[in-house]
Structures are given as structure tokens and as C-alpha cells.
Nanobody, 122 residues
Framework: QVQVVESGGGSVQAGGSLRLSCVAS?????MGWFRQAPGKRREWVGF????????YHADSVKGRFTISQDNSKNTLYLQMDNLKPEDTAMYYC??????????????????WGQGTQVTVSS
């Protein structure tokens, strides 16, 4: 399985921005972001088909978060703008080396990072 490592989390005030990065140790077919707030289930944020550069975002973040990638670096990004306190969560990067149709479930991804904390204060 490919290894993935996230970075870029931190604390920011509401309305601010952060960019998360995720580096994969090898080629992947699709990569995604999930988040988990305390006491809540892990939530899908979005994913990208790496070669096609096609992205999908959850409705809760659409228009504020943008997924992008740099294939030459096997790197995934999550640009988060206009952050809200409800965006506070541990953010996880995930990767799949196989094609999955519209991967929005945890089981669709075989590799996971350790997570990076994002805290948004009001």
C-alpha cells in the first residue's frame, strides 16, 4: 500500500484560510480528504481522480474548499478558505491505487494518513 502523510494544519480565526498538503509515496488513482470532529463520524470532504484532474467536493465545503494536485510530486492539496468554527476537525488524507466509482466512503480508500488538526475559532 502507498503511504500518505498530511501537513499544514493549524489554528485560524473564522474567515481565515489554510492549505493542507498530502504526499503519497507512489502513484495513486484517486486521493481524498476526510475530516472528523470530536464525537462525530468521519465525514467525506472531497476527492480527485489524479490523472484526470477531476474533483468532487461535499456540499458542506463546496465553494470554500478546493482540492488540487501536483502529479509530479504525488501531492494532494486542500485549500480551505472562509473557514468556519464548524470546520474544526482532524483532517485525513486517503489514497486508492485502484479505480473506484465516486469514492466517498472510508472503505473506498486503502491508505490513510495520521491526520492533521484544523481548529477554527470564532
Amino acid at each position: 500500500q502507498v503511504q500518505v502523510v498530511e501537513s499544514g494544519g493549524g489554528s485560524v480565526q473564522a474567515g481565515g484560510s489554510l492549505r493542507l498538503s498530502c504526499v503519497a509515496s507512489g502513484d495513486t488513482y484517486c486521493m481524498g480528504w476526510f475530516r472528523q470532529a470530536p464525537g462525530k463520524r468521519r465525514e467525506w470532504v472531497g476527492f480527485i481522480y489524479m490523472r484526470a484532474r477531476v474533483t468532487y467536493h461535499a456540499d458542506s465545503v463546496k465553494g470554500r474548499f478546493t482540492i488540487s494536485q501536483d502529479n509530479s510530486k504525488n501531492t494532494l492539496y486542500l485549500q480551505m478558505d472562509n473557514l468556519k468554527p464548524e470546520d474544526t476537525a482532524m483532517y485525513y488524507c486517503a489514497a486508492s491505487q485502484q479505480w473506484v466509482g465516486y469514492p466517498t466512503n472510508e472503505a473506498d480508500f486503502g491508505s490513510w494518513g495520521q491526520g492533521t488538526q484544523v481548529t477554527v475559532s470564532s
